[in-house]
């Protein structure tokens, strides 16, 4: 239980640590890199990655907020009692019905008050990583003068930027950004992923409502989807929006 407690206070501090290096590598390195030097005008590759930055930030936490505060909150079941057939999550207090989990890096249990606003988060927090690996590729393909086209030069920069580092030529910056470039890979993959996971499991519906259900009048996977994401799915996606109270 105490391990447990740990982890749903350091999963939250990583997330945040890692939008704060992720937020400050875009500021002031990716973007003023883009940024020709010689002139006062802002390129276009320049305004599109910032416009495009920005929607992410929003999107990504403004969602992570929305999780925290459409939480279920505690359920009242307390730790020592036992329920056949049921998981019981111990840090809320509150039994785990279909297609429920507690996550970690919100602190909190995932229920259909907050499904939308988590899956929305797993989406853009995928793709702000793969926004930042994108632009950090560029910023050391730029400075380290390396040609990603071989996609053997990815697994080839770790070790080249280590020796690098070790012997002087390697500025402190520039090995954080290669560091980065790992960890935004494995973050996006694993956001990506727990993604589709959660919109296949929505499509396919809870499975206690399969057995209730004939063959007949059970609802499509669309149906399905649209309980969750609402018939403005597509605003949903663009802007975080509050879950409306059923
Ligand atoms: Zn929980």
Request: aromatic share 12%; net charge neutral; proline share 4%.
């Amino acid at each position: 239980m105490f391990l447990l407690q740990l982890l749903n206070h350091l999963a939250p501090l990583y997330f945040l640590c890692l939008l704060a290096v992720t937020l400050s590598l875009q500021l002031f390195l990716f973007l003023p890199d883009m940024c020709d030097e010689r002139s006062d005008a802002v390129p276009l590759s320049g305004l599109l990655h910032s416009f495009f930055f920005l929607f992410l930030l929003v999107n990504t936490l403004g969602n992570y907020i929305l999780v925290i505060w459409n939480s279920p909150g505690a359920g009242g079941v307390s730790a020592e009692v036992e329920l056949p057939d049921r998981t019981i999550c111990r840090l809320c207090a509150r039994v785990l019905w279909d297609q429920e989990h507690h996550c970690f890096f919100t602190g909190t249990c995932i229920s259909r008050s907050n499904l939308r606003s988590f899956v929305l988060f797993c989406l853009h927090s995928s793709l702000s990583c793969f926004h930042a690996l994108v632009t950090g590729v560029g910023f050391i393909s730029t400075n380290f003068t390396l040609s990603f086209c071989d996609p053997l030069t990815f697994l080839r920069l770790l070790p080249l930027s280590i020796t690098r580092f070790f012997s002087g030529s390697l500025v402190s910056s520039d090995m954080l950004v290669v560091l980065m470039l790992y960890l935004w890979f494995a973050v996006g993959l694993a956001c990506a992923a727990f993604c589709c996971h959660h919109l296949l499991m929505i499509s396919t519906g809870p499975s206690s409502h399969k057995t209730q259900t004939t063959e007949q009048n059970a609802p499509t996977w669309t149906e399905n989807l649209q309980k969750v994401f609402g018939k403005q799915w597509l605003l949903a996606i663009l802007l975080p929006r509050v879950t409306p109270k059923t």
